[in-house]
């Protein structure tokens, strides 16, 4: 029998590959396999979701859930810094781009998104980067070239008012800059959220003293060396001392691309995460499954298990079958949260709508049947939960399906302890309470044991009241 072991090289060290990574250890594959990691970016892996934090002053190692030492430690060889060219799926090599080749039996590609970036006047310098006070938002240098930049009492544009846009404004914002954010729909988040679930949060974010242009984009980046303002659509202009680029991404798909795997949208893989090419799987934001990508990383953490299952043998019938949708806008203040479809599809789909003008609240559910098929909320997302498990599971709705936009009157007893907690890793409060008999006595237990709380960390005030609640007291350690 042939002992060597595989060699198994994945490439992007983003969100996908750390899960990817835990849960191939927890299936012992160093026994079977050499990892080889190659990242684009330096250091070992982060949280990129609480990259708000550090652009907000932060410690970057705050986010960091593998520091290159844990590599290191078990026998993981991490290129960091280093980023791929192309695989010959021939020869079954890795080409960097700096020109070396490495052996490979089984590739995993997981190298995310890249953000879309409008071409603008001005935007670039004469080397075509993008010019100092014009920034992305999707990684650690990203962040910290951001916060070196911005002073308080600056003005600030941010092009985009989606997730990320408003999240960077609110961060800029709370900072003391003047924040003024731009988007060519005619209402916030239009992905997300309906006309008039827009409107309402667009009037919440003006509350918090940030300034707002709906139906409008940039068109150039004034000022001679330093950005001093931009020019938008309506001929007018905005004083600012630096953009933000927030209008979306798209899946990275250049090292795909340059291997000859089928692409579409993103990488193409089967239900296996498998491409076309053997030995080749893709995960995460690149890779495009039944004619979906996405953008949020719960997918990416179902997939990774999935594929953990399949390459190690410990599940060989395991399949990946579609993620549901289910975002929030994590920025302090201000509550919004949508899943599935905003508006009716077919003439039978019923919508329940609930608006508290004066408390600046909006709910809507959208149904088919007694099945949900989409739900948002703005200013009060306190039916959320209830909703999210609805969504997810496919549970009935309650026969009056308003009382689903009323938390806590459609669960009760048991389908309350079999709701979803925290809502990235899936897990529900019968687990969270099956951890906290078991011993785990402060909310760090119980991400630990659980992974509760370990991908957005919106959950962890939950986490602390399950543990109030349930934790025998004399074990009880409350710190959040
Ligand atoms: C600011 C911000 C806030 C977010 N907030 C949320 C949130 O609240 N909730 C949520 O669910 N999701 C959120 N997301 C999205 C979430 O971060 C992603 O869904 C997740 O990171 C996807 O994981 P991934 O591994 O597919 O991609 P990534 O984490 O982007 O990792 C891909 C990695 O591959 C590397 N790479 C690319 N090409 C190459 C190459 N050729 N060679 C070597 N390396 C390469 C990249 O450098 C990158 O490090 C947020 C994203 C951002 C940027």
């Not at 914002?173 to 679930?197: F, I, K, P, W």
């Not at 934001?285 to 039944?290: K, Q, V, Y």
């Not at 509550?335 to 003008?357: C, F, K, N, Y």
């Not at 991908?455 to 409350?478: D, F, I, M, W, Y």
Request: charged share 25%; aromatic share 4%; proline share 4%.
């Amino acid at each position: 029998m042939n002992t060597r072991k595989k060699r198994l090289a994945i490439v992007g060290n983003g969100m996908a590959t750390c899960r990817l990574l835990d849960e191939l250890l927890q299936r012992g594959a160093l026994h079977r396999y050499e990892v080889e990691i190659f990242g684009g970016e330096r250091g070992g892996a982060y949280n990129r979701i609480l990259l708000s934090k550090v652009l907000g002053g932060d410690d970057p190692d705050a986010i960091v859930t593998k520091p290159p030492a844990w590599y290191a430690a078990r026998g993981v060889t991490l290129h960091d810094g280093v980023s791929v060219r192309r695989l010959d799926t021939t020869a079954k090599l890795v080409e960097t781009a700096d020109g070396t080749h490495h052996r490979y039996d089984v590739a995993v590609l997981a190298t995310g998104s890249q953000p879309l970036v409008p071409p603008l006047d001005g935007m670039t310098t004469d080397d075509g980067e993008l010019r100092p006070g014009v920034f992305i938002y999707r990684t650690m240098e990203d962040c910290l070239k951001m916060r070196a930049h911005a002073r308080a009492g600056d003005n600030a544009v941010v092009l985009g008012g989606g997730l990320l846009g408003l999240e960077a404004a609110k961060v800029l914002s709370d900072g003391g800059l003047h924040v003024t954010v731009v988007h060519a729909a005619r209402t916030l988040m239009n992905a997300q959220l309906d006309e008039l679930g827009g409107e309402m949060l667009e009037r919440q974010i003006e509350s918090h003293g940030i300034f707002v242009r709906t139906g409008r984009t940039v068109e150039a980046v004034l000022g001679a060396d330093a950005v001093d303002g931009v020019r938008l659509d309506d001929d007018k202009t905005l004083a600012a001392d630096m953009l933000v680029l927030a209008c979306g991404v798209r899946p990275q798909v250049e090292v795909a691309r340059a291997s000859g795997l089928p692409i579409n949208k993103g990488i193409v893989v089967n239900d296996t995460l498998a491409t076309e090419v053997p030995g080749v799987y893709a995960i995460g934001e690149c890779a495009e499954h039944g004619g979906r990508t996405y953008g949020i990383v719960s997918p990416a953490w179902e997939q990774a298990a999935i594929l953990a299952d399949v390459l190690t043998g410990a599940n060989p019938q395991a399949r990946y079958r579609g993620s549901k949708v289910y975002t929030r806008l994590k920025v302090a203040g201000i509550d919004v949260a949508s899943m599935g479809r905003i508006d009716p599809e077919l003439d039978s789909d019923e919508v329940i709508q609930v608006v508290e003008t004066r408390r600046g609240a909006y709910r809507k559910l959208v149904a088919r049947g007694r099945t949900l098929v989409g739900a948002m909320l703005v200013g009060n997302t306190a039916a959320a939960a209830n909703l999210v498990q609805l969504f997810d599971r496919g549970d009935l709705l309650p026969e009056d399906p308003l009382e689903a936009l009323c938390p806590g009157a459609s669960l009760g007893g048991d389908a309350r302890a079999d709701r979803t907690v925290c809502n990235c890793n899936k897990v529900s409060e019968a687990s969270l309470r099956e951890a906290i008999s078991c011993g785990a006595a402060s909310v760090e237990a119980l991400c630990l044991a659980t992974r509760a709380g370990t991908g957005c960390g919106s959950c962890k005030t939950e986490l602390a009241q399950l543990l109030a609640r349930h934790a025998p007291a004399a074990k009880r350690v409350v710190a959040a």
